[in-house]
């Protein structure tokens, strides 16, 4: 996959990188849109808080490490963006079966909260980030990783630096693969603010050499950019494309192209995919095929969660259904602060033959949909 560098960024895409077949959703059935469940699909509850808490939990990743699929997520009493907030993680051997979750580390000592950044491993090594803030969000945060190699004892917090060795003044989105030659992709939020922005590495630990990949942002308004919370997929072809949530309240994703390994990025632009203005996932199955999953119901309803499929990453014509509304929903037990029904900020990894799915269910349950990849074969 290693590409030629282009060089030079084109101010705009000729076009969206990828295209939705006609009719693929029926918004007349918001419930499911018309779609089916895979076979085998199955979820599970990685955690369920009782009557004293943690009421409040979301943000939920995995990352498959020496036998053992491991889950972190942020977690408050009540609130989201409360001063409470710290990373909890979990883990399980079968996927079904999940350990009492603990704290990721240490905490902030009143001063800073922590929110999750997601995993990376080399194999030898489970690097943990945990996203670091400080008061008011529009100021943004900064990234910190911890490591382990047994997912039970834990580093001290060190910052994640960028390839001149000083830190990287962002949060990292939790979205973290790698291209067949090693290169590590994702995207941080910079400060001032929170201003999304391709980054890429080629640190097998995922820790240092972090390089600010070229991007032009879309207009905005305030420190926060259009884009935000992005995940990435490869089309056969090797160009890259990053999809992201659009704080502007189209309902639909936006997504950027690069052609030479992520170091340059085409200008985001509209897609056709329908969108709940949300953090969502993408990446390849093994057979290369590309998959989106969020909520796209084309408004501020989180319901149902859907994954995507393209078989060349151009064209998106197949999708399933993993949890949908009705009786399938269950009702929001503990209120807090932005809290609503629906299925939050799913993220995805490929773990002994199928595509795991972490979510939060209203924000409190923490979840896991699991489908065979065999199911998905075209």
Known sequence: MALPFVGQIP????????????????????????????????????????KDGPHYNNGVVLMPFKGRLHAQWQSSAQDEDAADTRVLCSRSDDGEHWSAPVALGPGGEGKTWHTSGGWWTDGETLV??????SGDLRAGGHVEYLTSTDGLAWSEPQRVLGHDGAPVNGIIEQDLHALPDGRIITAFHLQPGLVATPFYTDDPMGTGGWTKGIMPNLPHTGPQSRELEPGWFARRDGSL??????????????????????????????????DSRAKQSAGN??????????????????VPLVLTLSQDGRLFDRA????????????????????????????????????????????EDVQLTMVPLAKLAH
């Open 285 to 302: 199955l093994p057979n290369g095929t590309a998959f989106l999953v969020n909520a796209p119901s084309g408004n501020s309803t989180r």
């Open 128 to 133: 943990a980030y945990r996203n670091v803030w």
């Open 320 to 363: 399933f259904v993993l949890r949908g509304g009705g009786a399938d929903l269950p009702p929001l037990r503990h209120p807090g602060k932005y809290k609503r029904p629906g299925y939050h900020y799913p993220k995805s990894v490929l773990w002994r033959d199928r595509l795991c799915v972490a979510y939060a269910t209203n924000k």
């Open 241 to 274: 494309v990053m999809v992201f949530r659009d704080q502007d309240s189209s309902f639909r994703q936006l997504a950027s192209e690069s052609t030479d390994r992520g170091a340059t990025w085409t200008t985001p632009v509209l897609t056709a995919m329908p």
């Open 11 to 50: 101010a705009k895409a000729s076009g969206p990188p990828y295209q939705v077949a006609d009719g693929l959703f029926d918004t007349s059935h918001p419930d499911d849109l018309g779609l089916k469940t895979a076979p085998g699909t199955r979820t599970v509850t990685i955690f369920r808080p009782g």
